[in-house]
């Protein structure tokens, strides 16, 4: 009975060892995006932005950064694009205005698509800028 008790602490140290190397090689997280959002500013909106999705928690480049910034404004574009063609009251002239609107938004993500298709130019300028340190 002894022998399982000094397994189960051995084994649980263990765990812990392994689990305090294995967070040795990471910095803290979000060291990047404080950088960045701290640089600019609306900071709030920034952090809301960036920390929205996982891959910022440890982004060591200015890139992934960058394709959660696009991803998320195409994400957002999308959704009001949508509420503008879903408004169905309104006088003639604003619903005239509000449909103009709406294909103003389908260019803008248009044109965010093509650009991210093409990121390999759009990151190669952005690491040649002098944002953040990157460049």
């Known amino acids: 009975m002894a022998s399982l008790s000094f397994t189960k602490i051995f084994i649980l140290f263990l765990i812990t060892l392994l689990f305090s190397i294995s967070n040795a090689d ?13 640089k600019l500013e609306d900071t709030d909106v920034c952090f809301q932005i960036l920390e929205s999705d996982d891959r910022s928690k440890f982004a060591e480049n ?13 994400r957002h574009a999308n959704a009001l694009r949508n509420e503008l063609r ?16 709406s294909h103003a ?18 990151f190669d ?11």
């Not at 803290?28 to 701290?38: E, G, I, Q, R, S």
């Not at 200015?62 to 195409?74: E, G």
């Not at 300028?125 to 460049?135: A, F, N």
């Open 62 to 74: 200015i890139t992934i950064l960058t394709t959660i910034a696009f991803n998320q404004t195409i």
């Open 125 to 135: 300028w952005l690491s040649h800028s002098s944002c953040c340190g990157q460049g």
């Open 105 to 122: 938004y389908t260019h803008v993500i248009s044109n965010m698509k093509i650009l991210m298709s093409e990121k390999k130019l759009f």
């Open 86 to 101: 879903e408004l169905k009251t309104g006088s003639p002239g604003e619903l005239k205005s509000l449909k103009s609107c």
């Open 26 to 38: 990471f910095p803290p997280p979000y060291k990047l995006v404080d950088k960045v959002c701290n």
